[in-house]
Protein backbone atom coordinates (compact mmCIF):
# COMPACT_ATOMS: atom_id res chain seq x y z
CA UNK A 1 0.00 0.00 0.00
CA UNK A 2 1.94 2.63 -1.29
CA UNK A 3 0.61 5.92 -2.38
CA UNK A 4 1.23 7.62 -5.46
CA UNK A 5 2.86 11.18 -4.73
CA UNK A 6 1.93 14.26 -6.83
CA UNK A 7 1.71 17.75 -6.56
CA UNK A 8 0.51 18.78 -3.57
CA UNK A 9 0.17 15.12 -1.73
CA UNK A 10 -1.22 12.02 -2.90
CA UNK A 11 -3.04 10.90 -5.52
CA UNK A 12 -6.85 11.39 -4.10
CA UNK A 13 -7.84 8.12 -6.16
CA UNK A 14 -5.40 5.78 -4.65
CA UNK A 15 -5.76 7.39 -1.21
CA UNK A 16 -9.91 6.49 -2.06
CA UNK A 17 -9.36 3.44 -3.28
CA UNK A 18 -7.27 2.41 -0.62
CA UNK A 19 -9.99 3.73 1.74
CA UNK A 20 -12.30 1.82 0.69
CA UNK A 21 -10.19 -1.02 0.77
CA UNK A 22 -10.05 -0.69 3.88
CA UNK A 23 -13.57 0.38 4.62
CA UNK A 24 -14.29 -2.95 3.09
CA UNK A 25 -11.80 -4.43 5.26
CA UNK A 26 -12.78 -2.93 7.98
CA UNK A 27 -16.62 -3.36 7.41
CA UNK A 28 -15.51 -7.43 6.66
CA UNK A 29 -14.18 -7.33 10.23
CA UNK A 30 -16.95 -5.61 11.66
CA UNK A 31 -18.74 -8.28 10.67
CA UNK A 32 -16.29 -11.33 11.55
CA UNK A 33 -16.60 -9.61 15.19
CA UNK A 34 -20.40 -9.99 14.91
CA UNK A 35 -20.39 -13.49 13.94
CA UNK A 36 -17.78 -14.16 16.25
CA UNK A 37 -19.16 -12.29 19.40
CA UNK A 38 -22.63 -14.02 18.43
CA UNK A 39 -20.82 -17.08 17.72
CA UNK A 40 -18.78 -16.83 21.25
CA UNK A 41 -22.21 -16.07 22.86
CA UNK A 42 -23.82 -19.21 21.49
CA UNK A 43 -21.05 -20.96 22.43
CA UNK A 44 -21.46 -19.48 25.92
CA UNK A 45 -24.71 -20.04 26.34
CA UNK A 46 -23.79 -23.98 25.23
CA UNK A 47 -21.32 -23.82 28.15
CA UNK A 48 -23.47 -22.27 30.48
CA UNK A 49 -26.06 -25.52 29.55
CA UNK A 50 -23.23 -28.07 29.98
CA UNK A 51 -22.21 -26.73 32.80
CA UNK A 52 -25.57 -27.13 34.10
CA UNK A 53 -25.83 -30.17 32.56
CA UNK A 54 -22.78 -31.48 34.15
CA UNK A 55 -23.85 -30.03 37.45
CA UNK A 56 -27.31 -32.04 37.17
CA UNK A 57 -24.70 -34.99 36.30
CA UNK A 58 -22.72 -34.42 39.72
CA UNK A 59 -26.06 -33.76 41.47
CA UNK A 60 -27.35 -37.02 40.17
CA UNK A 61 -24.05 -38.57 40.81
CA UNK A 62 -23.78 -37.33 43.99
CA UNK A 63 -27.44 -38.68 44.59
CA UNK A 64 -26.55 -41.85 43.04
CA UNK A 65 -23.69 -42.14 45.73
CA UNK A 66 -25.55 -41.17 48.20
CA UNK A 67 -28.66 -43.36 47.21
CA UNK A 68 -26.01 -46.37 47.27
CA UNK A 69 -24.41 -45.82 50.21
CA UNK A 70 -27.86 -45.60 52.18
CA UNK A 71 -28.91 -48.57 50.21
CA UNK A 72 -25.67 -50.45 51.04
CA UNK A 73 -26.32 -49.16 54.49
CA UNK A 74 -30.09 -50.78 54.55
CA UNK A 75 -28.70 -53.67 53.09
CA UNK A 76 -25.98 -54.35 55.80
CA UNK A 77 -28.73 -53.86 58.51
CA UNK A 78 -31.56 -56.08 56.79
CA UNK A 79 -27.97 -58.71 56.43
CA UNK A 80 -27.24 -57.85 59.90
CA UNK A 81 -31.08 -58.14 61.50
CA UNK A 82 -31.65 -61.15 59.66
CA UNK A 83 -28.67 -63.03 60.42
CA UNK A 84 -29.48 -62.64 64.08
CA UNK A 85 -32.62 -63.86 63.01
CA UNK A 86 -31.14 -66.51 61.56
CA UNK A 87 -29.38 -66.90 64.45
CA UNK A 88 -31.96 -66.53 67.15
CA UNK A 89 -34.41 -68.81 65.17
CA UNK A 90 -31.44 -71.57 64.61
CA UNK A 91 -30.77 -71.49 68.76
CA UNK A 92 -34.40 -71.67 69.53
CA UNK A 93 -35.02 -74.77 67.04
CA UNK A 94 -31.47 -76.29 68.53
CA UNK A 95 -32.58 -75.53 71.87
CA UNK A 96 -35.85 -77.29 71.24
CA UNK A 97 -34.40 -80.39 69.48
CA UNK A 98 -31.88 -80.79 72.25
CA UNK A 99 -34.66 -80.45 74.77
CA UNK A 100 -36.80 -82.70 73.28
CA UNK A 101 -33.77 -85.48 72.73
CA UNK A 102 -33.10 -84.96 76.11
CA UNK A 103 -36.77 -86.08 76.94
CA UNK A 104 -36.25 -88.92 74.01
CA UNK A 105 -33.25 -90.11 76.05
CA UNK A 106 -34.93 -90.11 79.56
CA UNK A 107 -37.91 -91.50 77.90
CA UNK A 108 -36.02 -94.61 76.39
CA UNK A 109 -33.81 -94.35 79.82
CA UNK A 110 -37.54 -95.05 82.21
CA UNK A 111 -38.35 -97.41 78.75
CA UNK A 112 -35.18 -99.85 79.35
CA UNK A 113 -35.86 -99.28 83.46
CA UNK A 114 -39.29 -100.62 83.34
CA UNK A 115 -38.70 -103.12 80.81
CA UNK A 116 -35.60 -104.40 83.03
CA UNK A 117 -37.89 -104.09 86.06
CA UNK A 118 -40.71 -105.96 84.03
CA UNK A 119 -38.14 -108.87 83.33
CA UNK A 120 -36.99 -109.25 86.71
CA UNK A 121 -40.51 -109.00 87.87
CA UNK A 122 -41.49 -111.58 85.21
CA UNK A 123 -38.58 -113.90 86.15
CA UNK A 124 -39.61 -113.94 89.42
CA UNK A 125 -42.66 -115.11 89.17
CA UNK A 126 -42.08 -117.53 86.90
CA UNK A 127 -39.80 -119.27 89.32
CA UNK A 128 -42.34 -119.00 91.70
CA UNK A 129 -44.87 -120.69 89.46
CA UNK A 130 -42.39 -123.14 88.95
CA UNK A 131 -41.59 -123.14 92.72
CA UNK A 132 -45.21 -123.66 92.72
CA UNK A 133 -45.40 -126.56 90.17
CA UNK A 134 -42.51 -128.28 91.91
CA UNK A 135 -44.53 -127.92 95.13
CA UNK A 136 -47.43 -129.38 93.16
CA UNK A 137 -45.68 -132.47 92.08
CA UNK A 138 -43.94 -132.67 95.34
CA UNK A 139 -47.49 -132.91 97.00
CA UNK A 140 -49.34 -134.85 94.22
CA UNK A 141 -46.07 -137.33 94.89
CA UNK A 142 -47.29 -137.19 98.54
CA UNK A 143 -50.76 -137.84 97.85
CA UNK A 144 -50.56 -140.59 96.04
CA UNK A 145 -48.24 -142.01 98.31
CA UNK A 146 -51.03 -141.12 101.11
CA UNK A 147 -53.94 -142.71 99.12
CA UNK A 148 -51.75 -145.77 98.29
CA UNK A 149 -51.60 -145.98 102.35
CA UNK A 150 -55.15 -145.60 102.26
CA UNK A 151 -56.17 -147.89 100.19
CA UNK A 152 -53.69 -150.51 101.57
CA UNK A 153 -55.14 -149.81 105.28
CA UNK A 154 -58.67 -150.08 103.59
CA UNK A 155 -57.78 -153.64 101.88
CA UNK A 156 -56.37 -154.45 105.55
CA UNK A 157 -59.39 -153.08 107.36
CA UNK A 158 -62.09 -155.27 104.65
CA UNK A 159 -59.44 -158.05 105.82
CA UNK A 160 -60.30 -157.85 109.61
CA UNK A 161 -63.80 -156.87 109.31
CA UNK A 162 -64.75 -159.13 106.34
CA UNK A 163 -65.48 -162.13 108.88
CA UNK A 164 -67.55 -159.92 111.21
CA UNK A 165 -68.91 -157.54 108.31
CA UNK A 166 -70.58 -160.26 106.68
CA UNK A 167 -71.51 -161.56 109.76
CA UNK A 168 -73.40 -158.21 110.56
CA UNK A 169 -75.02 -158.30 106.76
CA UNK A 170 -76.64 -161.55 107.34
CA UNK A 171 -78.32 -160.42 110.93
CA UNK A 172 -79.72 -157.46 109.82
CA UNK A 173 -82.05 -157.18 107.06
CA UNK A 174 -81.22 -153.77 106.31
CA UNK A 175 -79.79 -152.84 102.65
CA UNK A 176 -76.96 -153.30 101.55
CA UNK A 177 -74.41 -150.26 102.16
CA UNK A 178 -72.51 -149.26 99.57
CA UNK A 179 -69.11 -149.97 99.55
CA UNK A 180 -66.66 -147.30 98.12
CA UNK A 181 -63.43 -148.06 96.51
CA UNK A 182 -61.00 -145.03 95.71
CA UNK A 183 -59.38 -145.75 92.98
CA UNK A 184 -55.23 -144.02 91.91
CA UNK A 185 -54.33 -142.90 88.32
Known sequence: MFFKKQLFGYDKSDVDQIIKKLTDENQRLKNIIVRQEKNINELSDELSRMKEKENNIQKSLIDA?????????????????????????????????????????????????????????????????????D????????????????????????????????AYQKESEVEEIPVYTFQTD
Open 135 to 166: DIDVFGERLDAKFIQIEDRIEQMKLEFSDDYS
Open 65 to 133: KNLAKEIVNESEEYASYTKEEAKKNSRRIFNNFEKNFNELVAVKRDIVDLELKLKEEIREKIIFYLNQL
